[in-house]
């Protein structure tokens, strides 16, 4: 049966691998992002893009109602900012990252939630990051993705009763477009601690997302999955 799909960061890297996975399901999907100039999938029928802005949460109102009702919320847009220190990081760097990484999705959560409560139904996965567990440069990235990690854990329970399952991806660095703000050498160092000696592709990561979002059963509910290949050992 189709659903209704929206995919925030669908344009490209892991989010683009879950459009194309998403339009091979036979779902109508809407992709929301900043940028569409470089999006291959634009046109398609079962395809609707939306601009817009996650950094700032004044739009989220306006993203909410032009959308409307949806079956699946992917919660996939964020980036680093690993160029700025710990103790020399612009509160508007800061400001902004952390509303597109952490706010932007609890507010989509919140605001979606409401029509997925009233048909008994609904599948939201969000896509955190390792950093998020063991930490990373970037503080503040680190800090947003340990966040979202909570948030899935305590919508799962908000939600669960409602036929909502809410659930996360935790990857370890995926090659994307992302990884031109690490340095080769810090690329190389973490690969040494990866079994398969690689980053992962981002159709590898959107397989576990389509899955929870999917074909994962209901008892699959605020947990977090490991996606990075052994190179994290709680």
């Known amino acids: 049966m189709s659903q209704k799909v929206l995919i925030t960061g669908g344009n490209k890297g892991i989010g683009l691998a879950v459009t194309r996975a998403m339009i091979e399901l036979g779902h109508e999907v809407v992709v929301a992002a900043r940028d569409f100039s470089s999006f291959p999938l634009g046109g398609l029928p079962q395809v609707t893009e939306v601009e817009v802005d996650l950094s700032n949460l004044d739009n989220i109102p306006a993203l909410v109602e032009t959308v409307g009702e949806i079956d699946i919320l992917i919660n996939n847009a964020g980036y680093m900012q690993p160029k700025y220190s710990y103790d020399n990081y612009p509160v508007e760097a800061r400001t902004a990252l952390m509303n597109v990484d952490l706010y932007a999705p609890v507010e989509l959560i919140n605001a979606f939630s409401q029509g997925m409560k009233k048909r008994g139904f609904g599948r939201i996965v969000n896509t955190a990051s390792i950093a998020g567990q063991i930490g990373h440069p970037d503080v503040w990235y680190g800090i947003a993705k340990a966040g979202i990690i909570n948030a899935t854990k305590i919508y799962g329970k908000l939600l669960g009763s409602d036929g909502i399952t809410v659930n996360c ?31 992962a592709e981002p159709e590898e990561a959107a397989k576990v997302i389509v899955w929870l979002a999917t074909e994962a059963p209901e008892y699959v509910n605020g947990t977090t999955v490991d996606f990075n290949n052994a190179s994290y050992v709680r």
Not at 173 to 195: G, I, L
């Open 169 to 199: 991806i935790a990857p370890s660095p995926v090659e994307t477009d992302m990884q031109k703000d690490n340095s080769e050498e810090r690329k190389a160092e973490f690969k040494k601690s990866v079994p398969c000696g690689r980053f």
